[in-house]
C-alpha cells in the first residue's frame, strides 16, 4: 500500500431544497494514496461535482476535515492549497478566452509560488505538445481552437504546475473516443510514473475501467466499487 | 508579472468594455477639467479684481447712520477715529502696515495755489489773521512713505520721503505743479500758519510728486507729529482723520475685517473693503463660477454613476475568469490588483487626452465668458474709486474691461494637482465598490455563474 496523501474525514455537506435541508454528503470518509488513479461514479444528483469541489477546496465543508500529506487544508490555507498543492481540471474547458494556448498554460505557472528553472514559455510548450497542442496552435486565442483542443490546453495547464493531486470533473467529457484513451493513459502514467494521485469524476465506465481504484458515491458515501489488484 | 501582463493583454484583446470606461472617463474628466479650469481663472480674475482694489481696509466713520440715527453733537464723539484702537488691530499678523493720518487746513500769506481754473477751488484760509492768505490741506502720517504713494497714484519724482534721520524736522513734500507755482525746490522753506492757533511753522520741501491727490495738487504730506503740531491734537492719541489697514494678502481682507469688527465700541465706526465695488466686479463671475459648479458636480456625479454600472458590469463579465484564478490559487489581492491596474491604464490615458483638450477647450470657454458676459456687463458698471479717508480718493481704478482682460485661463502645477486628485477621487469611488465585490467571489460560485 503506497502512502496516504490525501484524505477525507467525516464530510458532511447539504443544502436547503424546498424549505427543507438535504446532506448531499454525510460524515463521508475515505483516504487516497499516492500514486494512484482514483475515479469516483454515481448518478446525476448524487454529490459527485460538490464533493469534487470540497476536494479541491473550492468550497468548504460544513463539518468534517480534509487532511493533505496529514496536514488539515484549512490550517494549510484553502488558497495556498490550490496554489501549490493541486491542479483542477473541468468538465467544461474553463480557460481564460483573452490569452493563447500557451498564455493560458503559463498563466498557471505564474500563479504557483514554485520558482522555475529553465524558460517558462518553452517548458508550456512542451507540456502542450505533449497534449498533441503543436506550437502553431498553442499561440492561437483559446476562442480559436476546436473544444477537444481547448480540453487538452486546459489539462496541459493543469499538468504545468506540476502538483502531486490532480482533480478532474469529467476531463475527457468532451474528448474524442481516441484522445479521450490518450488522456486517460496519460493519468495513468502520471500516477504510476510520477507518483502523482489522480481523482477524477466521471460518467464514463470506459474512464473507471482503466482507473485504479473506482469509487461509487452512493447516498452521501463513499465505497469501493472496484479495485485493481 | 501575471498581473501586469495579463492586465495589458485583458486590454488590447478585449478591449470593448475598455473603451467604453475610457468614454465615459474622457467625457467627464474633460468636462470636469474644462469646469475647474474656467473656476481657477474665475478665483483668479477675483483674485485679480481684490488686488486691484488694493489690501486697503479703511477705518471709517459712518455718517450716513448718524444722520439717519439723528445723533446729537454731543454723541457725535462716537465718529472719531481711535488711533489707539488702531494700533491694537495693527498687532494682527496679517497686518503689513497701519497708516493713521492727521489731515489739517493750513494757510499761506507767501504761497499761491496751483489748482487751476475749473479744478479744485482754492481754500480761502478761514481764521487766518490775515484775508490775503490761502488755505492748504496739509495730511500727515505715521509713516515715512503716505499711502497714497504706496497704494495711490502718487509718485515722487524729485526728492526723498522722510526717513528716521529726519524725526522731529518739519519736513513736506510738495506737487510739481504747486512747486512750479511757488518756485520751491529740494531743500527750500516754506512757511505755514496753523489754523486753530495761528502759530507759524518753517517747513523743509524733501520731496517733489507727480500725481494729483482728491484735494487737488495743492495738498501736502507731512508727519503725523507735524500735522498733529498745526491741528492743535499732538496731546491726543485718541483721534485721527483717517485710519487704513494695509494687508499683507488682498485675499484676507474680509476674514480681516470679520476678526476685528467685534473690536470697535461703537457702531458709528465701520472697517470698509471696498465691498460694493468688489461685488459689482465680480457679480458676473460669481454667476458664472456657481453655473459652473453645478454643472460640475451634475458631470461628476453622474459620471460616477455611469462609471459604477460600467465597472460593475466589467467586473460581472468576468466573474468567470475571476473564479478560475481562484480555483488555481490566485489570491484575491492580486486579481483585484489586476482589475485596478487595468482601469488605472485606461484612466491615465483618458486623464492625458481630456486635460490636453480641456485646456484648449477651456480656453474657449473662456474667450465666450468674456465675449457675453464680462463685456456685455461693461455698460452696467462705472469705474470704481477707492476713498482715502475723508474726503480723499485715491486713483486707482477697476473696471469690468481690466477683468475681463486679465480673465485668462491658466493650468498651473496647483490646478494639474487638483485635476490628478479629482481624476483619481472619481475612480476610486467609481470602481471602489463595484471591484471590493471581488473579495466576496467564492470559487465555486463563480465558476458556476
Redesign the interface.
Known amino acids: 500500500m503506497n502512502p496516504i496523501v490525501f484524505e477525507l474525514d467525516q464530510l458532511s455537506y447539504g443544502y436547503i431544497d424546498g424549505g427543507k435541508k438535504r446532506m448531499i454528503l454525510k460524515d463521508l470518509s475515505f483516504q487516497f494514496e499516492k500514486g494512484k488513479f482514483y475515479t469516483i461514479l454515481g448518478p446525476s444528483g448524487s454529490g459527485k461535482t460538490t464533493l469534487l469541489?470540497l476536494a479541491?477546496?473550492?468550497?468548504v465543508p460544513e463539518t468534517g476535515r480534509i487532511m493533505y500529506e496529514g496536514k488539515d487544508i484549512k490550517k494549510l490555507g484553502y488558497?495556498?492549497?490550490?496554489?501549490?498543492k493541486m491542479?483542477?481540471i473541468?468538465q467544461k474547458y474553463?480557460?481564460?478566452?483573452?490569452?493563447t494556448g500557451v498564455?493560458n498554460v503559463e498563466?498557471?505557472m505564474?500563479?504557483?509560488d514554485k520558482k522555475w528553472t529553465g524558460n517558462r514559455k518553452e517548458t508550456a510548450y512542451t507540456i502542450l505538445a505533449s497534449m498533441g497542442i503543436v506550437k502553431t496552435k498553442a499561440d492561437r486565442?483559446i476562442t480559436k481552437l476546436s473544444g477537444g483542443e481547448q480540453q487538452r490546453v486546459a489539462i496541459a495547464r493543469a499538468l504545468a504546475?506540476d502538483v502531486d493531486l490532480i482533480f478532474g470533473d469529467e476531463p475527457t467529457g468532451a474528448l474524442d473516443t481516441a484522445t479521450s484513451h490518450e488522456i486517460i493513459e496519460l493519468f495513468k502514467r502520471l500516477a504510476h510514473e510520477y507518483g502523482k494521485t489522480i481523482i477524477i469524476v466521471t460518467h464514463s465506465d470506459d474512464v473507471a475501467q482503466n482507473s485504479d481504484i473506482t469509487l461509487r458515491l452512493h447516498e452521501g458515501k463513499l465505497n469501493i466499487d472496484r479495485k485493481e489488484s | 508579472m501575471r498581473v501586469v501582463k495579463h492586465a495589458f493583454l485583458s486590454l488590447r484583446r478585449k478591449p470593448t468594455k475598455a473603451i467604453m470606461i475610457f468614454i465615459i472617463l474622457f467625457v467627464v474628466f474633460g468636462l470636469v477639467f474644462t469646469g475647474i479650469i474656467i473656476q481657477n481663472s474665475i478665483t483668479s480674475s477675483k483674485e485679480f479684481v481684490r488686488k486691484e482694489l488694493g489690501a486697503v481696509v479703511e477705518m471709517k466713520p459712518d455718517y450716513i447712520k448718524a444722520m439717519t440715527d439723528q445723533l446729537d453733537n454731543k454723541d457725535y464723539e462716537q465718529l472719531s477715529l481711535s488711533a489707539t484702537l488702531a494700533m491694537e488691530i495693527a498687532k494682527d499678523a496679517d497686518v503689513k502696515q497701519v497708516y493713521i493720518n492727521e489731515t489739517t487746513a493750513v494757510s499761506s500769506e507767501k504761497l499761491k495755489s496751483a489748482q487751476k481754473e475749473g479744478g479744485n477751488v482754492s481754500l480761502v484760509a478761514v481764521g487766518s489773521t490775515s484775508a490775503s492768505a490761502v488755505a492748504f490741506m496739509l495730511t500727515g502720517g505715521n509713516t515715512f512713505v503716505p499711502i497714497e504713494f504706496d497704494y495711490g497714484s502718487l509718485v515722487l519724482s524729485e526728492g526723498r520721503y522722510r526717513t528716521a534721520e529726519d524725526q522731529g524736522k518739519d519736513t513736506l513734500l510738495i506737487s510739481e505743479e504747486f512747486a512750479s507755482t511757488n518756485s520751491l525746490a529740494i531743500g527750500d522753506s516754506v512757511e505755514l500758519t496753523s489754523s486753530v492757533d495761528n502759530q507759524i511753522y518753517t517747513f523743509e520741501v524733501l520731496g517733489i510728486y507727480q500725481g494729483s491727490s482728491s484735494n487737488g495738487v495743492d495738498q501736502m504730506y507731512t508727519s503725523l507729529e507735524s500735522a498733529k503740531k498745526l491741528a492743535g491734537t499732538v496731546s491726543d492719541d485718541q483721534h485721527a482723520s483717517s485710519i487704513n489697514f494695509a494687508l499683507k494678502d488682498p485675499l484676507e481682507v474680509d476674514s480681516f475685517i470679520e476678526r476685528h469688527k467685534v473690536e470697535i465700541p461703537t457702531a458709528y465706526i465701520y472697517l470698509d473693503a471696498k465691498d460694493t465695488e468688489y461685488k459689482n466686479l465680480t457679480r458676473p463671475l460669481d454667476l458664472i463660477a456657481t453655473i459652473t459648479t453645478i454643472l460640475l458636480w451634475v458631470v461628476f456625479v453622474a459620471g460616477a454613476i455611469i462609471m459604477l454600472a460600467i465597472i460593475t458590469i466589467f467586473v460581472r463579465d468576468r466573474k468567470f475568469e475571476i473564479g478560475l484564478l481562484l480555483s488555481s490559487g490566485e489570491s484575491k489581492l492580486k486579481i483585484l490588483s489586476q482589475f485596478v491596474f487595468e482601469i488605472l491604464i485606461v484612466s491615465i490615458i483618458a486623464f492625458a487626452l481630456a486635460a490636453g483638450i480641456s485646456n484648449v477647450s477651456s480656453g474657449y470657454a473662456a474667450k465666450w465668458i468674456v465675449n457675453n458676459q464680462l463685456v456685455e456687463e461693461k455698460t452696467a458698471s462705472s469705474n470704481q474709486m477707492i476713498s482715502i479717508g475723508m474726503g480723499q480718493e485715491m486713483g486707482t481704478e477697476v473696471n469690468i474691461s481690466d477683468v475681463a482682460k486679465e480673465f485668462n485661463v491658466s493650468v498651473d502645477r496647483g490646478v494639474i494637482l487638483q485635476l490628478i486628485l479629482l481624476s483619481f477621487g472619481l475612480v476610486i469611488f467609481s470602481t471602489g465598490a463595484p471591484l471590493m465585490i471581488i473579495l466576496s467571489y467564492k470559487p465555486r460560485e463563480s465558476l458556476q455563474d
Do not use: C, G, H, P
Request: net charge positive.
Open positions: 469541489a479541491s477546496a473550492l468550497d488558497t495556498k492549497f490550490r496554489r501549490n491542479a483542477i473541468f474553463n480557460l481564460t478566452d483573452y490569452l498564455e498563466s498557471n505564474m500563479i504557483v486565442l504546475k
